[in-house]
Nanobody, 128 residues
Framework: QLQLVESGGGLAQPGGSLRLSCTAS????????IGWFRQAPGKEREAVSC????????AYADSVKGRFTIARDHAKHTVYLQMNSLKPEDTAVYYC?????????????????????WGQGTQVTVSS
């Protein structure tokens, strides 16, 4: 059982930045692709980004391309989501999720049902 923990959420002003982290207590996290999703109140959970286990393949939702960057540090068993040029519509609870190997293993990278393990989420609020 892979237990994922998100951190780094908080309050940011429009145009500001935040960096989210996703970690796990098990080194086996390194064998999983990690996706980031978000869910705003009253809306469905939507995919934001994904990175393969090797770090060599990434994917982004159109709404965050050019603003968000996903990366992973195998030495620290951590996946990061750097969020720049934040907008009020980025406000949501952000979740990381894991699937073996590649982001599209067993389905589309942007589909919730593709992922086997989920964290508890971290709140991101963008407001002036």
């Amino acid at each position: 059982q892979l237990q994922l923990v998100e951190s780094g959420g908080g309050l940011a002003q429009p145009g500001g930045s935040l960096r989210l982290s996703c970690t796990a207590s098990e080194f086996s996290m390194d064998y999983y692709a990690i996706g980031w999703f978000r869910q705003a109140p009253g809306k469905e959970r939507e995919a934001v980004s994904c990175i393969s286990s090797s770090g060599g393949s990434t994917a982004y939702a159109d709404s965050v391309k050019g603003r968000f960057t996903i990366a992973r540090d195998h030495a620290k068993h951590t996946v990061y989501l750097q969020m720049n040029s934040l907008k009020p519509e980025d406000t949501a609870v952000y979740y990381c999720a894991a699937v073996p190997g590649i982001c599209s293993y067993g389905g589309s990278w942007y589909a919730v049902e593709t992922y086997d393990y989920w964290g508890q989420g971290t709140q991101v609020t963008v407001s002036s």
